[in-house]
């Protein structure tokens, strides 16, 4: 029992940005799915997440980023930050129901 747990601990930890960030999406889209009339919540759950993505591009060095990295990190946190502050000022504009 206890060596899957070295093989687990030992493993490279560069994937976990990329974990934290696609959980607090799929929290965003289950919870616009579970209670669509609170939509907007879901979209600032998903806006956060898209924040987040951008802080972890913006900290950490380019093999730590992971599934973060897409090309330069000056380019990635401006995608990033840029997705996240646009749908939730669209979500804003949208009339509401």
């Not at 993505?53 to 990635?76: E, K, Y």
Request: glycine letters at 8%; a positive charge.
């Amino acid at each position: 029992m206890v060596g899957w747990w070295r093989n687990w601990a030992g493993k490279d930890l560069r994937e976990y940005p990329f974990a934290i960030v696609l959980l607090i999406e799929a929290i965003g889209v289950v919870s616009a799915v579970v209670a669509s009339q609170h939509w907007l919540r879901a979209v600032t759950v998903m806006t956060i997440g898209m924040v987040v993505a951008g802080i972890f591009r913006l900290v950490l060095s380019n093999d730590q980023a992971g599934l973060l990295r897409v090309r330069r990190r000056s380019f990635d946190v401006a995608c990033y930050w840029t997705f996240g502050v646009l749908a939730f000022v669209f979500a804003l504009a949208l009339p509401s129901r």
